[in-house]
């Protein structure tokens, strides 16, 4: 059975610094991943994902994530973040293209 | 641009009472998803529709938890009776194709708070 783990519940940082949020992931099989934000009062919103192909994919709004197999790790990370950017973010994993089974979440807090 | 529309946003009831929860997704999708996202946890899948035609409901908690998508548009999750550990947020979401690889948009949620 596929879960996730986000190592940090709660991420700090000042404007204009980068940001790295961790997450592990557990599964038997191949696996797609996902990162969604949620902005305060909203729904989530799809930030990337990584279905094949490069390791390292581009999302929006600056920020990137690295699909690493044999650390089963796929972190997200930007290098200035904005005040804008406080937000809830969520990482996600699929087995197969069956359902989402989504981290606890890490909440950001960007502090001028 | 198209969203996911869910009404109502806040919604505060006393255990035992029924509530019901109104989803309406992004025109042309035919897979609707609700999912209960509890304080401090993310989001869990209740149930998965494609059209009318309930695809998954296996976390869904059947003796008290209903959902209906009568003409495979808008959809409606109910709770009757409430019970205290109800009280979460109640996420629907849309896509295109029933994969998890097509992208989900979510509606911005009710809040159930169960007294």
């Known amino acids: 059975a596929q879960s996730v783990t986000q190592l940090d519940s709660q991420v700090p940082v000042f404007e204009e610094a980068p940001v790295e949020l961790r997450c592990n992931y557990s599964s038997s099989v191949s696996v797609y991943l996902f990162w969604y934000v949620q902005y305060p009062n909203q729904g989530l919103q799809l930030l990337l994902k990584?279905?094949?192909?490069?390791?390292l994919v581009k999302g929006i709004n600056g920020f990137e994530a690295e699909f690493n197999k044999s650390q089963t790790s796929f972190h997200l990370r930007k290098p200035s973040v904005h005040i804008s950017d406080t937000a809830e973010y969520f990482c996600?994993?699929?087995?197969?293209?069956?359902?989402?089974?989504f981290g606890a979440g890490t909440t950001v807090t960007v502090r001028a | 641009e198209a969203e996911v529309a869910q009404s109502p946003r806040y919604k505060i009831t006393e255990k035992s009472q029924a509530v019901a929860f109104w989803c309406d997704p992004i025109s042309g999708h035919a897979t609707l998803y609700w999912y209960r996202q509890i304080l401090g946890q993310g989001p869990e899948l209740l149930v998965q529709f494609q059209d009318e035609s309930v695809v998954d409901d296996s976390q869904l908690p059947k003796d008290r938890f209903s959902a209906e998508r009568l003409k495979g548009v808008d959809s409606t999750l109910k709770i009757q009776p409430a019970e205290l550990g109800d009280s979460a947020m109640y996420l629907c979401a849309s896509s295109f194709l029933p994969k998890s690889t097509d992208t989900q948009y979510f509606g911005p949620g009710t809040r159930l708070t169960v007294l």
């Open positions: 990584y279905l094949s192909g490069s390791t």
């Open positions: 996600a994993v699929s087995e197969n293209d069956y359902k989402l089974s």
